[in-house]
């Protein structure tokens, strides 16, 4: 079993910065692909990037591309999704999520095991 806990979130302009950190606990942290997924209010989950579980392949949605960076730092279990030139449309429940699926990153929702509680966004314009 992994817990994760996702922290960073909070109420910021439009143009700033923030980083959202995802605990882990439990198993083994370095076995597992990241991804950080977002939900808006009347819309779908969505993905937003993803790190292989080597950390060698990474995905980014086209929304985010040059604005958002993970990465992931095995000696604290903690991956982070690093958000730069936010915007309105940013604004989202942010959720990490594990999954054992190798090697290569992981695109979909189902393929997750451990999912976060979630980290509330919120970018004014």
């Known amino acids: 079993q992994v817990q994760l806990v996702e922290s960073g979130g909070g109420l910021v302009q439009a143009g700033a910065s923030l980083r959202l950190s995802c605990a882990a606990s439990g198993r083994t942290f370095s076995n597992y692909a990241w991804g950080w997924f977002r939900q808006a209010p009347g819309k779908e989950r969505e993905l937003v990037v993803a790190i292989s579980w080597r950390g060698g392949s990474t995905y980014y949605a086209d929304s985010v591309k040059g604005r958002f960076t993970i990465s992931k730092d095995n000696g604290k279990n903690t991956v982070y999704l690093q958000m730069t030139g936010l915007k309105p449309e940013d604004t989202a429940v942010y959720y990490c999520?594990?999954?054992?699926?190798?090697?290569?990153?992981?695109?979909?929702?189902?393929?997750?095991?451990?999912w976060g509680q979630g980290t509330q966004v919120t970018v004014s314009s």
């Open positions: 999520a594990a999954s054992l699926v190798g090697p290569d990153v992981v695109k979909v929702a189902t393929l997750y095991h451990y």
